[in-house]
């Protein structure tokens, strides 16, 4: 693997999300840290426009990346140990890409939100990744990175301190600025034109253990009504309102993947989900109702994909998670998370590009297959998370 001359190619460095990645290599990782990395895309043009309209030095390396060429795609293969890609949504895109790198044992990280399609991935590659040693690590963004790996350390803390993991984990986003991408509304839409065709689809969406082939856990709770949450207590007297949360539906899934690939490590009665807080009383049901009916992320009014928010906008963002964990004998955990950048890009592009490293700097031990961030990446991952991309993970006073 080392006679390859590039550790990681950014596929799709001339998108958004891609630019915002090479940026970050750029200040993170330039040339002299020891990592080798490429700006990779489908058109060499646009890719030496982008490196300079970046500031990139002259020599940062390009590599023409055209997955559904199978010349280009093998060419990829053989340059680099990695391939980081943020050319969604995968289900239209990332076919090949997943196949050509668990045939040739090439790690790969992305930022899909789209179970159903992952499901597709896992039966038809995983015994491939295994057998080539391929890592193969879906989901390295604000879905499903800060949610999976806060439940990974609730976990941790639990056992710790009172010898078993919490049965019941509830996933709570305090505070959150900042927008969605345009690719995570592409991904929205093409899973549910996907699933208008396909009822097998429909299927998976909507089964929580979507992505644990062979387990069903215990009934989840669905997440999908305004509500007033017991387990935060109240303020001034009132019951505090939680909404829906658009990212629930792939972080849950994730979250139980994860539990199935630590053999149960928070056990087979595990239930999770995930909620927004809106607040106390009236005003905070009022904000739920509103949340529970918005469902712009899905119209023709939404971002496109390889539209974004401002630097100022993104540098303005900011997300704060509680993750609040009992078990039967009424002990309780809190763990915070919190992100210094918006959700969707500005936090985004410093996790998966973290993630990326730590897969091929600190997790020599994870073996080939298709994984999510808790079992392959765990304690390093949080630990580079918060020494360089601006994450805190820690245990809040009960």
């Not at 939100?113 to 604000?142: L, N, T, Y």
Request: a negative charge.
């Amino acid at each position: 693997m080392s006679q390859k001359p590039f550790d990681l190619v950014v596929h799709g460095a001339t998108g958004f999300t891609g630019r915002l990645v090479v940026e970050y290599l750029l200040q993170r990782y330039p040339a002299g840290s020891g990592l080798r990395w490429a700006m990779g895309g489908r058109n060499a043009e646009k890719l030496a426009a982008v490196r300079d309209e970046l500031g990139a030095p002259a020599d940062t390396p390009l590599v023409v990346t055209d997955t559904h060429n199978p010349a280009s795609l093998q060419a990829l293969m053989d340059a680099t140990r990695l391939v980081l890609t943020t050319v969604g949504p995968y289900q239209l895109y990332g076919n090949e890409l997943v196949a050509a790198c668990a045939q040739a044992g090439v790690d790969y990280v992305d930022l899909c939100g789209e179970p159903a399609w992952m499901r597709q991935m896992i039966d038809a590659h995983e015994a491939a990744a295994k057998a080539s040693g391929a890592r193969i690590v879906f989901s390295c963004g604000f879905d499903s990175i800060p949610f999976d790996l806060g439940v990974y350390l609730l976990q941790t803390e639990m056992k710790a301190r009172f010898g078993h993991p919490a049965s019941r984990v509830r996933g709570r986003v305090r505070k959150m600025k900042g927008t969605f991408s345009g690719g995570t509304a592409a991904s929205l839409k093409a899973t549910m034109a996907a699933a208008a065709t396909n009822p097998g689809v429909l299927d998976l969406l909507k089964n929580p253990f979507s992505l644990t082939p062979g387990f069903e856990g215990p009934r989840q709770p669905s997440g999908n009504k305004p509500m007033v949450d017991e387990a935060l207590g109240t303020v001034g007297g009132d019951g505090v309102w939680v909404a829906p949360f658009v990212m629930a539906a792939i972080n849950t899934r994730n979250v139980h993947r994860s539990n199935f690939l630590l053999q149960h490590a928070y056990g087979t009665d595990f239930v999770y989900d995930e909620m927004l807080v809106t607040g106390p009383g009236e005003k905070g049901e009022a904000i739920a109702n509103a949340v529970a009916g918005d469902k712009s992320l899905g119209s023709d009014k939404g971002p496109k994909p390889g539209e974004g928010p401002s630097r100022e906008e993104r540098e303005n963002g900011f997300y704060d998670v509680l993750f609040l964990g009992t078990d039967a004998a009424g002990n309780t955990l809190r763990v915070g998370v919190k992100g210094d950048r918006d959700p969707g890009y500005g936090s985004t592009s410093k996790m998966i590009t973290e993630a990326a490293v730590c897969l091929l700097q600190d997790a020599s031990g994870t073996p080939g297959g298709i994984w999510t961030t808790a079992p392959a990446l765990g304690a390093p991952l949080i630990a580079r998370l918060q020494a360089n991309a601006g994450l805190s993970f820690a245990v809040e006073p009960t």
